[in-house]
């Protein structure tokens, strides 16, 4: 299977992110008091909802400057996912998470490493990802907000 340029790189990354956005906005998690548990749901809640392509429901997550660094290095922003997501040419058969990492620094930051699978199409392309990501979440007026990603693809086993 060929590998996935960046612009899918991008979308598929971002089945990971939405879950984390949907908690930090008001859902609450099971023990609201312990951040590590928040995190956790928000990232499973973001990957389900890119999967339905939701772009307003999974961009209003991300903090208003937040950035991506690609598997080929490219940076991109908030409007670019969302103008992907919006292209409406991106569709998920399958969006899997796994090996969470969740580290929390006092009460306004957080550091997710994790994994991640894809399969699907992007603008009629096939294909069939995974990856490593790493994702920062600041506490921004209260709410948890994903501020930075940065996304490395592993090779695809056969």
């Given at each position: ?111 997710v490493i994790g994994s991640d699978a ?6 009629g392309e096939r294909f069939n990802t995974q990856d490593r990501f790493t ?24």
């Amino acid at each position: 299977m060929k590998r996935m340029h960046h612009p899918l790189r991008v979308v598929s990354r971002l089945a990971l992110i939405f879950p984390l956005a949907v908690l930090a906005l008001g859902m609450k998690a099971e023990n609201p008091g312990d951040p590590k548990a928040q995190i956790e749901k928000l990232e499973h809640t973001m990957a389900s909802a890119l999967e339905r392509n939701d772009s307003q429901g999974f961009s209003q997550y991300l903090s208003s400057d937040w950035k991506m660094v690609d598997d080929t290095g490219a940076v991109k922003t908030r409007k670019d996912i969302v103008e992907t997501l919006n292209s409406g040419g991106l569709q998920f058969e399958r969006y899997n998470l796994s090996n969470l990492e969740i580290r929390v620094y006092g009460d306004s930051a957080a550091v997710v490493i994790g994994s991640d699978a894809a399969q699907g199409s992007f603008n009629g392309e096939r294909f069939n990802t995974q990856d490593r990501f790493t994702d920062v979440f600041a506490k921004i007026g209260g709410l948890w907000q994903l501020v930075s990603t940065h996304i490395s693809q592993m090779e695809v086993p056969r």
